[in-house]
Structure formats: structure tokens, C-alpha cells
């Protein structure tokens, strides 16, 4: 999905690797994505090292090729003094429901501390603010209303693609940019082209089990007088599905935002 959004790249920094570099993946879940990066980059005679790393084990494979490593590690605080000044790219996606304004921000410090000179990061987020582009009828307004107070609650930083870029530089990354892309949600129940966006993204029963997904934290929440049942969330989203994929509008967005490690001249990263 995110790498159709981006033309079929993995990466989109502007990396220049040789053999030997290391790679860092956070929230590297089952390590697709540094699967094959890894391959591709061999197929281009290029051999990585790349450390993958999540919060939990649970995904991590029990067969992989030996230039990826796996181990329980947070973005948050990675490896001191181990991994310091020892990865030429690190790449991340997809962590806006999991963090706060704190924990991106110790992210931001971390990342700095362990990308070297040179290197780059790269974290790829979905919007996950106000929600207004999906909203095309009713029931899918009502939704967004209601994740939109969920997110709020738990501190979910939604403006990512002016967040980060911030936050960023704030800890001495240095020409931070964010790339965009639109990605269609539904739609597939009329045949006619899609008003927004003509790269293909998420079927509606996708974007409803996504939803679907979030019924633990609806359900902890009490439903902020939205929806007082389970039952009554899952109809919601079954209904704003059905608006989905009728709806020639409805999208979301991807923003890659992109950090190269470089310094001033006569800086080291202790003394910034």
C-alpha cells in the first residue's frame, strides 16, 4: 500500500548505501519491509546489515537471512552507548496511534543519537487528523467524529506532517522535508474515476477492518456518547463502509518525512 503510494519505492530519502551499512527498522513488526529492502538492495550488489527492532517479538520470523537481526527494542530508547552514531539510514512507518507528544519526542532524541553523520531517517505516517477526507456521508462523519475524540484522549499527536518535521530539527536534524500521497479509500462499487486521487489505496472492507480494530479502546472509552455498545461500533463501521464504496471521494494521506544527520561544521552531536 504505502509503497504503491510512493511510485513503488521502498525508500524514498535520498540514500546512497554501500556494502557494510547498517539499517535500522523500528517497529519492524514481521520485518517485510526490511526483508526486501534487504533483497533488493543485494540485487543491486549492495550487502546490508539491518537491525529490526519492535516492541514485542511476536511477529519477528523464525527464518531469516542472516544479515537481518532481530531484538526487543523501543524507538524510544534505543541501545546507549551501543548503537550511538552507527546506522546510515534508519526507516520507520505507521506509529501515530502509539505515541504522545513525549514519546515522540524521546523517538526524535534517539533517532539523532543513533543515525550517524550523513545518514538519514525516515518516518512514514498516515493522516490521523480531523478525518474529514473519508467523511462522505453520515455514518463515516460520525465515525471520524468519534475517533477524533478518541485520539485526543489518549494524546495522539495528529498534524504529523508539521509535527515531526519539528520536533525534528528541534533536536539538531537539519533540512527536514515531508513528501505526500494521496490514496484512494473505496470506491470500488462505481466505476467512474475517483475525484482525488488516482493511485489505488484501500477497498472499503480494508479501511472497516482497520476501524473494526479499534473496538477495544471504543469500548474502554465508554464511546464518548457516540455509540454506547460494541455492537452499536461495529454497525457504524459496517455502515460507513457501505458509504465507502459508493464514494468517489473518500482518501487518506501518507507523508514520508525525511531527516538527513548532518552537522555544523565543528559540532559533534554531544556538544549540540
Excluded at 10 to 33: F, H, K, Q, Y
Excluded at 159 to 173: A, C, N, Q, T, W
Excluded at 186 to 194: A, V
Aim: negative net charge; glycine residues 8%; charged residues 20%.
Amino acid at each position: 500500500m504505502i509503497v504503491n503510494a510512493f511510485e513503488g519505492k521502498l525508500s524514498v530519502a535520498p540514500i546512497n548505501l554501500t556494502t557494510g551499512d547498517r539499517i535500522l527498522e523500528s517497529a519492524a513488526g514481521s520485518g517485510i519491509w526490511a526483508l526486501e529492502f534487504l533483497e533488493k538492495k543485494r540485487s543491486e550488489g549492495i550487502i546490508l546489515d539491518v537491525q529490526c527492532i519492535d516492541i514485542s517479538s511476536a511477529q519477528f520470523p523464525s527464518i531469516h537471512p542472516p544479515e537481518l537481526h532481530f531484538s526487543v527494542n523501543s524507538v524510544v530508547n534505543l541501545p546507549n552507548p551501543e548503537w550511538n552514531d552507527s546506522f546510515s539510514y534508519a526507516h520507520q512507518r505507521l506509529l501515530v496511534a502509539a505515541m504522545n507528544d513525549s514519546l515522540w519526542r524521546s523517538a526524535a532524541a534517539s533517532l539523532f543519537r543513533v543515525v550517524k553523520h550523513g545518514g538519514w531517517v525516515e518516518l512514514v505516517e498516515i493522516e490521523a487528523q480531523d478525518f474529514t477526507s473519508w467523511s462522505v456521508g453520515p455514518n463515516s462523519t460520525k465515525l471520524a467524529g468519534l475517533i477524533n475524540k478518541l485520539y485526543g484522549a489518549k494524546g495522539v499527536i495528529g498534524d504529523l506532517s508539521v509535527y515531526l518535521p519539528k520536533i525534528l530539527k528541534e533536536v539538531g536534524f537539519v533540512d527536514v522535508s515531508c513528501e505526500e500521497r494521496r490514496v484512494s479509500i473505496g470506491g470500488e462499487g462505481d466505476s467512474n474515476l475517483h475525484n482525488v486521487t488516482q493511485v489505488k489505496g484501500y477497498d472499503s472492507q480494508m479501511w472497516k477492518t482497520l476501524w473494526l480494530g479499534m473496538k477495544g479502546p471504543v469500548e474502554e472509552s465508554g464511546g464518548y456518547g457516540v455509540v454506547e455498545t460494541v455492537n452499536e461500533y461495529e454497525m457504524l463501521v459496517e455502515n460507513s463502509a457501505r458509504e465507502w464504496e459508493t464514494s468517489k471521494e473518500a482518501y487518506t494521506t501518507f507523508f514520508a518525512i525525511l531527516a538527513p544527520s548532518a552537522l555544523p561544521a565543528g559540532k559533534t552531536k554531544s556538544g549540540l
